[in-house]
C-alpha cells in the first residue's frame, strides 16, 4: 500500500517534466554515480550472460525513467514501473505499477521479443522469490553480509542458486 501511495506521490511531483527530459536527467545521475553505485560482479553476470547469446532485461518495480537509463548504460532491455504521459511525452500522474506483478510483465515482455532461450532472472529482493520458481533459472543475488533472504523463515530458498557477491 505504501508503495502504490509513494507511486502516485512521484508521480504527481514530476507532472508536466517531459518523458526525454527524466531520461536526460536519471541518464546524469547514472553518469555521475555510476563508479560509486555499481555492483561489479552483477555487471560482470549481466555482460557474460549477453556474451552467451542471452536476451538480458532488468525488471524492478521503480519508475521508468531511472530504470530506462540504466538499462541504456547497460544496453539491455527493461521492464519496470511506468509514469504516464499526455501524448506529448509529459508526465500526467502515475501509470502501471509492476509491484508484486513482475511475472505476467516479464511474460509480456518476452512475448514481444521475436525469439529468446531459457529465462534466467536474478534478483536481491525477496519480493521476486515466486518469480525466480517461475523461470528457467532463478538466481537469488546476495552480499555475503546480507543474510535477509536465505534466514528469512518465511521466505524458502530451496531449488533456487544463491549467488554471493
Avoid at 504521459?85 to 509491484?99: A, I, K, M, P, Q
Avoid at 546480507?146 to 528469512?152: H, Q, V, Y
Wanted: hydrophobic content about 40%; glycine content about 8%; overall charge negative.
Amino acid at each position: 500500500m505504501l508503495h502504490r501511495l509513494y507511486l502516485r506521490c512521484v508521480g504527481q511531483l514530476l507532472v508536466n517534466y517531459s518523458r526525454e527530459e527524466l531520461l536526460e536527467y536519471a541518464g546524469i545521475f547514472w553518469n555521475q554515480c555510476w563508479d560509486n553505485r555499481q555492483i561489479r560482479t552483477t555487471v560482470e553476470l549481466l555482460a557474460d550472460a549477453k556474451k552467451c547469446g542471452s536476451h538480458v532485461a532488468l525488471i524492478s518495480a521503480a519508475i521508468d525513467p531511472p530504470v530506462i537509463a540504466l538499462s541504456q548504460k547497460l544496453e539491455v532491455g527493461a521492464v519496470c514501473s511506468q509514469l504516464a504521459y499526455d501524448n506529448d511525452g509529459h508526465v500526467t500522474g502515475f501509470g502501471r505499477d509492476l509491484f508484486g506483478r513482475k511475472i505476467p510483465y516479464l511474460h509480456q515482455y518476452l512475448d514481444g521479443l521475436d525469439q529468446h532461450g531459457p529465462v534466467t532472472v536474478y534478483s536481491d529482493n525477496a519480493n521476486d522469490i515466486e518469480m525466480l520458481r517461475k523461470v528457467d533459472r532463478g538466481i537469488i543475488v546476495q552480499r555475503r553480509a546480507d543474510s535477509r533472504i536465505s534466514e528469512a523463515p518465511r521466505v524458502p530458498t530451496d531449488g533456487l542458486e544463491i549467488l554471493y557477491i
